[in-house]
């Protein structure tokens, strides 16, 4: 059976586009990003079609290309675009699919909706937390938010250098399983994400079926 990976972080910038770049390649699985507001010359797409090598993977067209690099409701509102929850439709495919939210669970669609109303109750959620002063606060509000939906929280991504105190007190007092963390490295491309694919298959091997 096929599953979609919904992969949300606890800011912006906190790593979800190679962290999805290493699922997708991990699982073989398809990408789509729902909404892209900027960087139309060079999206997240781009950015994880470059770094995926296996010949597996399908590359969906988001729903929404908006110009600025704003929330997405302030984009919307900017290109005279309605946004909303309904108007994005998933893609079809046969295979597994890795979804990137934009920037955090509560980033904004529309006055009434956030990136949280994209997910889809069947979804595997993993969150991708990145260290810095307010980390835990901002991690442990995002599974709590998932939580009091009733959605699955598949895991949490560790993005940057360790913080060992910082995770086991997230490990803790989230419940969540660790899938593992991606490092500081001088840079990305399709060889380091293969060797990182290799780590997390294997973690998804041991959790898939728990």
Same mark, same amino acid.
């Given at each position: 059976?096929?599953?979609?990976?919904?992969?949300?972080?606890?800011?912006?910038?906190?790593?979800?586009?190679?962290?999805?770049?290493?699922?997708?390649?991990?699982?073989?699985? *398809?990408?789509?990003?729902?909404?892209?507001?900027?960087?139309?010359?060079?999206?997240?797409?781009?950015?994880?079609?470059?770094?995926?090598?296996?010949?597996?993977?399908?590359?969906?067209?988001?729903?929404?290309?908006?110009?600025?690099?704003?929330?997405?409701?302030?984009?919307?509102?900017? *290109?005279?675009?309605?946004?909303?929850?309904?108007?994005?439709?998933?893609?079809?495919?046969?295979?597994?699919?890795?979804?990137?939210?934009?920037?955090?669970?509560?980033?904004?669609?529309?006055?009434?909706?956030?990136?949280?109303?994209?997910?889809?109750?069947?979804?595997?959620?993993?969150?991708?937390?990145?260290?810095?002063?307010?980390?835990?606060?901002?991690?442990?509000?995002?599974?709590?938010?998932?939580?009091?939906?009733?959605?699955?929280? !598949?895991?949490?991504?560790?993005?940057? *250098?360790?913080?060992?105190?910082?995770?086991?007190?997230?490990?803790?007092?989230?419940?969540?399983?660790?899938?593992?963390?991606?490092?500081?490295?001088?840079?990305?491309?399709?060889?380091?994400?293969?060797?990182?694919?290799?780590? !997390?298959?294997?973690?998804?091997?041991?959790?898939? *079926?728990?």
């Amino acid at each position: 059976m096929n599953t979609t990976y919904f992969i949300t972080g606890i800011s912006t910038e906190v790593g979800k586009t190679v962290a999805s770049a290493i699922l997708t390649e991990a699982l073989q699985a *398809d990408y789509w990003k729902p909404v892209q507001a900027g960087e139309l010359d060079n999206t997240d797409t781009n950015k994880v079609q470059r770094l995926v090598s296996n010949s597996k993977t399908v590359f969906h067209e988001s729903a929404f290309n908006l110009t600025a690099p704003m929330s997405p409701h302030a984009a919307a509102e900017i *290109d005279g675009v309605s946004l909303s929850a309904k108007k994005i439709k998933r893609p079809k495919t046969e295979n597994n699919l890795i979804v990137e939210g934009a920037g955090g669970l509560l980033v904004p669609l529309n006055a009434s909706e956030t990136i949280m109303d994209l997910i889809h109750p069947a979804d595997r959620v993993i969150v991708v937390s990145r260290h810095y002063l307010g980390s835990i606060n901002h991690t442990l509000l995002t599974v709590e938010q998932l939580k009091q939906r009733n959605f699955d929280v !598949f895991g949490i991504i560790f993005s940057g *250098d360790e913080h060992p105190s910082s995770e086991s007190i997230i490990a803790k007092m989230s419940g969540v399983k660790i899938l593992g963390r991606i490092s500081e490295e001088p840079y990305f491309d399709e060889n380091v994400i293969r060797e990182y694919a290799e780590l !997390f298959r294997s973690k998804f091997s041991k959790t898939k *079926d728990k």
